[in-house]
């Protein structure tokens, strides 16, 4: 092969190993909306002994040589703390590799944002940015039953005191 030709596919090579490392990178961390017609239903006996929180779990997936899954549990852990009702729960797939394929793990970290019944609403690949974790939990409050309620009648107070000034 001539010289020219070599240090083009090589050329050619770094450029399209760049981009795609860029585009996984940029990919990381990102939430995925689970539609509904597409929503999963975490069995309580998975999370065992932990439980489903009143407002919503944080289910990461790790396995015993993930790099990265303590700092995803720190993370979490620190996310989690100043929420009443979030709390985080961390499945070992080394020790329950039945759970990869129900749920459709392929990488390690993967963390699901799971509502008070257990249905998947988000899902996380990689080390989740805090605000994907805060627009996550801000969409699910505002779909919860007594969301629509609570945002009504502080609207009316609002407009109550507004008009009475």
């Known amino acids: ?8 596919a090589v050329a050619a090579l770094l450029v399209l190993a760049t981009a795609a490392g860029l585009l996984l990178r940029m990919r990381d961390g990102r939430r995925r909306r689970i539609h509904p017609d597409r929503a999963v239903t975490v069995r309580a006996d998975d999370l065992a002994p932990a439980a489903l929180a009143p407002r919503a779990t944080l289910v990461q997936f790790s396995t015993e040589f993930c790099t990265r899954c303590p700092q995803v549990r720190r993370v979490l852990a620190d996310w989690t703390a100043p929420i009443e009702g979030v709390s985080a729960v961390e499945i070992d797939l080394t020790r329950r590799t039945d759970l990869a394929s129900r749920y459709g793990i392929l990488a390690t970290p993967t ?6 019944d257990g249905v998947v609403r988000s899902r996380f690949h990689g080390i989740p940015a805090r605000t994907a974790l805060d627009e996550a939990l801000a969409d699910l409050s505002a779909s919860a ?3 629509a309620d609570e945002r009504s009648s502080v609207s009316e107070r609002f407009s109550v005191s507004e008009g009475a000034s």
């Open 1 to 8: 092969m001539p010289a020219p030709l070599a240090l083009a």
């Open 111 to 116: 963390v699901f944002l799971v509502d008070e």
């Open 145 to 147: 039953p007594d969301a």
